[in-house]
């Protein structure tokens, strides 16, 4: 009897499922081209440092640093810079990007200790030769008691105050009580970083690497002991950046960043390049015109009213627009302006290297749309655009090296608004994530790397 044949069959396929879409617990991270712009750029500058330290000359004298130091230290450094940018390249290529990092609490239960210690830095590593800027100057005009005013009328009234009652104690010679004004500044200036970083990003990992970026700027050589009225001035700017966004907000008034730009003019007049990001805060807030008239009309009184009670010559009011005609005339054209934006560009990369880097970074990984498309940036962007602008006329009128401390305050909102980009862009998170899903191509928003609170 035959036996009957088997039917061959085929072997069990499992049912096709299409991939799934990246989602926040299943996410797809790939490197994209503007993903190394950042990468790229930092990479580039720790180069710069490194072949112009081994090559210094006049042109560098804000990048060849390595140059100018002993041995140790050199090492020391290249170690340090070899290491940061290892870190930058690893978070790109090899880190876990989607991997969710939790809120970072900064309990202020460590506030007090931590200003105790930074002011015993401050102090510690203060300057002690005063022969950058114009310490020297302003120490032997104190010594004889006397009061110029200059273009800082505040300021320099403050700095005279602090020399008198030091003359009063006993101690004859200011060096040691502006001293202590700087590192005062220093600790004030911390905690106007605090709320800014408060104000820019709600919580997470995004804050305290702002919050990072800030406390480690190179125009905080301001507060190590640094006698010149730019420290006074730079607290007055940083409190109009700090009420500017809370006046946006809603939770303070307009009248309220109205004498905050009154006072910051009044301690430093090079403080009138934050007027446009003024006008830009009263044009966007709503209310009555009535009420954005009286606003101006508030700031220019705060300016008037500190001219008139500390005697201000009002014949010196135009000197600074004499200066610059004056300049304008004698500019001798481009060859002398291509030298001087230089030595800019020499400035930026020696007070803030990082900010500098990731503005770069994020102008050309993000559209201007997209970048204006924030409240909070666009108000920033009100200040830090004249203010490189201003910083950039100054450089034509002071050479940036020996006055670096005049032409890096119009540069603060640069910093500032830096925190916020770099809080947008989600560090270097891919700015578009493309998976192929059947037959087409999706787009997914990026995913944060800090959580939201």
């Known amino acids: 009897m035959a036996r009957p044949k088997r039917l061959r069959q085929e072997p069990s396929r499992k049912p096709h499922r299409p991939a799934a879409a990246p989602t926040s617990r299943n996410p797809v991270s790939r490197v994209g081209t503007g993903d190394l712009v950042i990468p790229s750029l930092a990479t580039l500058y720790v180069l710069t440092l490194l072949i112009s330290g081994a090559h210094p000359t006049s042109s560098l004298w804000g990048v060849d640093l390595l140059g100018y130091l002993q041995p140790g230290f050199r ?26 990092i939790g809120a970072v609490p900064l309990g202020r239960a ?62 004859p010679d200011p060096g040691t009580a502006l001293a202590l004004l700087s590192v005062g500044c220093g600790l004030v200036a911390t905690g106007l970083y605090c709320l800014i970083v408060h104000e820019l990003i709600p919580s997470g990992i995004g804050r305290a690497v702002a919050l990072g970026l800030l406390l480690t700027l190179g125009c905080n050589q301001l507060y190590f002991g640094y006698i010149e009225s730019s420290p006074l001035a730079s607290l007055t700017i940083l409190l109009y950046l700090w ?27 090079v ?31 705060v300016v008037s009213a500190a001219i008139l009670f500390l005697r201000y010559p009002l014949s010196t009011l135009l000197d600074p627009v004499r200066l610059i005609t004056g300049a ?74 020996h006055d670096w401390d005049l032409v890096t305050m119009p540069l603060l909102p640069v910093a500032e608004a830096d925190g916020r980009w770099f809080d947008r862009a989600g ?4 700015s578009v994530v493309r998976t192929r899903q059947r037959g087409r191509v999706k787009c997914h928003p990026p995913i944060r790397r800090a959580s939201r609170a």
């Open 243 to 269: 009420t500017l966004l809370r006046c946006w907000k809603g939770r303070l008034t307009l009248a309220s960043a109205a004498l905050a730009l009154g006072l910051a003019v009044s301690t430093h007049f």
């Open 75 to 100: 090492t020391g450094l290249t170690a340090l810079l070899t290491i940061g940018l290892a870190l930058i390249l690893w978070s790109v290529f090899a880190a876990g990007r989607s991997r969710k």
């Open 328 to 401: 304008g005339r004698n500019g001798g054209g481009m060859a002398r302006a291509l030298p001087r934006l230089a030595h800019l560009f020499n400035l930026c990369l020696l007070v803030s290297p990082i900010p500098f880097l990731i503005v770069l970074g994020s102008l050309s990984r993000r559209r201007l749309s997209d970048i204006v498309d924030d409240p909070d940036t666009t108000l920033l962007l009100g200040a830090a655009v004249p203010g490189f602008f201003t910083a950039a006329v100054l450089s034509f009128l002071v050479f940036p090296g």
């Open 427 to 430: 560090g270097c998170e891919p």
């Open 271 to 301: 403080a009138s390049f934050l007027i446009p990001s003024f006008i830009l805060l009263v044009a966007r807030t709503k209310g009555s015109w009535v009420r954005s008239v009286v606003a101006v009309g508030l700031a220019l009184a």
């Open 110 to 171: 460590w506030a007090v200790p931590s200003a105790l210690l930074l002011g015993i830095l401050f102090w510690l590593l203060r300057d002690r030769t005063h022969l950058l800027g114009d310490g020297l100057t302003w120490i032997e005009v104190l010594r004889v008691g006397s009061r110029p005013l200059y273009s800082e009328p505040i300021a320099a009234t403050a700095m005279h105050i602090v020399a008198s009652v030091a003359r009063t104690l006993g101690y």
